[in-house]
């Protein structure tokens, strides 16, 4: 081999290893950054001035498993998949389902909880007991969740009350602005059980599956959350989690 080709080939072999050290880098123990929309008990929400509830603790323990600290990010729920989009964090944690839709533009995880749609209305609202009953009631939902294009699609003559934050879907129902709500059965359950005076319907809309949203460029950090998922799910660490948030599970 002449002395040209030999440096040639050591000068290539610098450089790949140049360019893949910050994403070893990033591996060994940089942040991971992680959008959310904490409004959403009791997936995730603030308690005394500190995030908290079933995905926060989740991530929490996945990036332990990993060997990399979290760094959380507040921005509305409709704001998540386009901060991925534009790579303004990594991936993204908030009770967001797995569709064909998202997944044209971001990755997904493998699920890490089922849930899925009901509804959800004052105890003494004689008027909705089944799915049907929402058409030509007002029904509130949140800004960019699956329940607007499913309501949209199955049940046109509900007339929509579109709001940008959880609370204020629920406040609409307590106040009678809205004859009902939409929204994933999680927190749903958790509003009714704590606010107390309202009801979710036994009929349940959909059934769907929770996913960590990641950037289609962050392929390997897709599969180091699912190996952390399983490691988590393995030792007993993902049965405590479910155990302390949904305790009638």
């Not at 998202?102 to 959800?120: A, E, H, Q, W």
């Not at 929402?134 to 969740?145: E, I």
């Amino acid at each position: 081999m002449s002395v040209r080709r030999h440096l040639l080939i050591s000068a290539l072999a610098a450089g790949a290893t140049l360019a893949t050290a910050p994403y070893a880098l990033a591996q060994a123990g940089a942040p991971i950054k992680v959008g959310t929309d904490a409004t959403f008990p009791p997936m995730e929400f603030v308690e005394n001035g500190k995030r908290t509830g079933f995905d926060i603790e989740l991530v929490e323990a996945l990036g332990k498993a990993m060997g990399r600290p979290i760094e959380w990010i507040d921005i509305d729920f409709k704001g998540l998949v386009p901060g991925l989009v534009s790579r303004r964090f990594d991936v993204a944690v908030s009770a967001i389902y797995i569709t064909d839709e998202r997944k044209k533009v971001v990755d997904f995880t493998n699920s890490y909880y089922s849930g899925g749609l009901v509804i959800m209305v004052k105890d003494s609202n004689k008027t909705i007991a089944k799915p049907a009953d929402l058409a030509g009631k007002k029904v509130s939902v949140q800004v960019g969740t699956k329940s607007v294009q499913f309501l949209k699609e199955k049940y046109p003559q509900a007339q929509l009350v579109e709001v940008e934050k959880n609370q204020e879907m629920f406040n609409l129902v307590d106040i009678g602005r809205a004859d009902a709500c939409v929204t994933g059965k999680p927190a749903a359950y958790q509003y009714a059980r704590t606010k107390g005076g309202l009801k979710v319907l036994p009929e349940q809309l959909t059934t769907e599956e929770y996913g960590i949203a990641v950037r289609k460029d962050l392929t390997d950090l897709t599969k180091g959350l699912n190996d952390a998922l399983a490691k988590v799910k393995a030792d007993g660490t993902y049965d405590k989690i479910v155990a302390k948030w949904f305790p009638n599970k």
